[in-house]
């Protein structure tokens, strides 16, 4: 393990000063001299022999601590940080030192409890407060995160290493202070750390701070022209401004840096489709298949185009070669059975759906799209088909739990075997994850005028008509492809 983290190298140097040091005994002043020097490998039989005549000296134990910490013993670290903090309760450097190292034997709980007893006792000390934040930021409690930098002031906000920690803690807890001054900070720099500008302008476009992005990447593609990533990132950028032609330029830049990535056509082609330039973003698809005809990303993407253009057929047959060409690949079957789904096919549709989730079972849009085909098809009389569908559907909910088309689905299936509260429970669910379900809206709404809650009834009812009112009238066609299957992820 090698610990290369700043403020890790900060804390150890710190702590060489620390403590009631003996220099008066002339072997320790040697080993303290020797492990300021870091010489701990020489340092170490010195203060071992040392500790055999005195074992109960709490400093001797700490000074073995930090040997064993430079030689990234961490384990053998423990045991005599602990033993310091035992023989000194009070001993703060020693009890710092050994929640830090729990902290990199990966004992984050340990870890967090000593450093909060520390933090009382040493309240301004900022060490405590950087790894607090830390803790914190992994529990994604990012108001805590940020209360906690603040008080680790620059070993948090001047510390590279967790730089991008420390930015989205405040931009998740809306505070886009700290990230303004740290994104000018970086473009002003002279000589600025690529892979930092790109973590950080990754994290404003994820909170949606399109203008701060922008300066960061504007950085990034002056010093680096030949990223591609970076042109991406800062055509997004101009995009979340609604800078449109900024951002194809930049995606034309993406695409002259890497003409052989398939994300680079991609990236244009669906800039160009979400402002309703579906031609052109055929136009740039078949330019990347030209340079790459076997990419079954590009001809994905040509089907998802096609299907929107209304070419069922050829969208489909995009669909077929992709998969031919990556077969473990599941999200070209997905696309192809929505297609046979919305063509009126549902037994050719769940037969395709079968096939990628037998690829796929840890996605959860197969068991649904699944069950939906299945659902389709169910015999009224018999009820054949709704047992393996509801099977399916509780599958996809093991798997994503957020996905209200899922509990919706699941409810209707339900209300229909005569389970009214188990129903209602599903519709409840979807209309948490999605307030606009319209189809929950509406069936838990009659459900209620069933029951005699005729207010909430009422209430349901009401929102149902809003939503169907903003409901555009493709809702329902093939544009739900993009919906049901919308990441682009391969194997």
Excluded at 318 to 345: F, M, T, Y
Excluded at 448 to 477: C, I, P, T
Aim: proline share 5%; hydrophobic share 45%.
């Amino acid at each position: 393990m090698t610990l290369r983290c700043t403020y890790w190298g900060l804390l150890v140097g710190a702590l060489l000063l620390t403590g009631p040091v003996c220099g008066q005994q002339t072997p320790l002043a040697r080993a303290q001299g020797l492990l300021k020097a870091g010489k701990a490998q020489d340092a170490l039989p010195i203060l071992l022999e040392l500790h055999r005549s005195d074992p109960l000296d709490a400093n001797l134990c700490q000074q073995i601590g930090i040997a064993y910490t430079q030689l990234e013993n961490l384990a053998e670290a423990e045991k005599f940080y602990r033993e310091a903090a035992r023989l000194n309760p009070k001993f703060w450097a020693a009890r710092k030192n050994l929640a830090t190292v729990l902290w990199f034997l990966d004992r984050k709980e340990e870890s967090e409890r000593e450093f909060l007893v520390v933090t009382k006792a040493l309240p301004a000390d900022p060490v405590p407060h950087l790894y607090l934040g830390l803790a914190a930021h992994a529990r994604h409690d990012y108001a805590a995160a940020r209360l906690q930098f603040d008080k680790a002031g620059a070993l948090a906000f001047d510390n590279p290493e967790v730089l991008p920690i420390v930015v989205e803690s405040y931009l998740a807890a809306h505070d886009p202070g700290f990230p303004a001054r740290a994104t000018q900070q970086l473009a002003a720099a002279e000589n600025p750390d690529p892979g930092l500008l790109s973590r950080v302008s990754a994290l404003l476009l994820q909170y949606e701070r399109y203008e701060l992005a922008a300066t960061a990447l504007e950085k990034l593609t002056s010093i680096h022209k030949e990223s591609a990533d970076a042109w991406r990132m800062l055509a997004e950028a101009y995009g979340g401004q609604n800078k449109t032609e900024q951002a194809y330029r930049a995606y034309s830049r993406a695409m002259e840096a890497d003409p052989n990535s398939p994300d680079a056509y991609i990236a244009l082609a669906e800039f160009a489709s979400a402002h309703g330039n579906n031609d052109y973003a055929l136009q740039i698809v078949g330019l990347g298949l030209r340079q790459l005809p076997r990419s079954p990303e590009l001809l994905f993407e040509q089907g998802i185009l096609l299907a929107l253009k209304g070419d069922r057929k050829q969208a489909e047959a995009s669909w077929v070669q992709a998969n031919k060409i990556r077969p473990a690949w599941s999200l070209p079957l997905l696309a192809l059975g929505v297609s046979q789904l919305e063509s009126g096919d549902a037994a050719q549709a769940a037969a395709t759906f079968q096939m990628a989730r037998t690829m796929e079972p840890a996605d959860a849009r197969g068991h649904y799209l699944y069950a939906t085909a299945l659902a389709k098809a169910i015999d009224p009389s018999s009820g054949r088909n709704r047992a393996e569908a509801i099977a399916a559907l509780h599958k996809a909910i093991e798997l994503n739990s957020h996905d209200a088309r899922s509990h919706t689905l699941l409810g209707q299936l339900l209300l229909a075997t005569g389970e009214t509260n188990a129903a209602a429970l599903e519709w409840q669910k979807a209309l948490k994850i999605d307030p606009e379900n319209a189809t929950a809206l509406y069936q838990l709404g009659l459900l209620y005028r069933k029951q005699g809650k005729r207010e909430e009834a009422r209430r349901l009812l009401d929102s149902f008509q809003r939503v169907k009112a903003k409901k555009h009238a493709d809702e329902e066609s093939m544009v739900q492809i993009l919906k049901v299957v919308p990441a682009r992820r391969v194997p």
